[in-house]
């Protein structure tokens, strides 16, 4: 019922910016948690970042904190990834995906609803 679509994902230096957005379509709701995850070639898929329904409340992997910015805009539906000081370590296909619960979850079988994924490359 709920569709997610991933854009802003390209190539970016080491130290650069990228900003990351997440559309939903469908039966969409303010109170849906919604996360970002990312994955790497031969890796498995790792939490990244999350923002609560209701209350917006922010929770980040010890990876990125103080790096990225997860936000929501909710008459858009539409959530947000600002990433910083970028390293190459972050280079992976990363995920928009959502949940019917509003609650903050870090495990990605908890989620409901994935988009197709988008590549961010940073190079050295």
């Known amino acids: 019922q709920v569709q997610l679509v991933e854009s802003g994902g390209g190539l970016v230096q080491a130290g650069g910016s990228l900003r990351l957005s997440c559309a939903a379509s469908?039966?969409?709701?303010?109170?849906?948690?919604m996360g970002w995850f990312r994955q790497a070639p031969g890796k498995e898929r790792e939490f990244v970042a999350a923002?609560?329904?209701?209350?917006?409340?922010?929770y980040y992997a010890d990876s990125v904190k103080g790096r990225f910015t997860i936000s929501r805009d909710n008459a858009k539906n539409t959530v947000y990834l600002q990433m910083n000081s970028l390293k190459p370590e972050d280079t992976a296909v990363y995920y928009c995906?959502?949940?019917?619960?509003?609650?903050?979850?870090?495990?990605?079988?908890?989620?409901?609803?994935w988009g197709q994924g988008t590549q961010v490359t940073v190079s050295s």
């Open positions: 995906a959502g949940r019917n619960s509003a609650l903050v979850v870090t495990t990605s079988g908890q989620y409901d609803y």
């Open positions: 469908g039966r969409t709701n303010s109170r849906y948690g």
């Open positions: 923002i609560s329904g209701y209350t917006s409340i922010t």
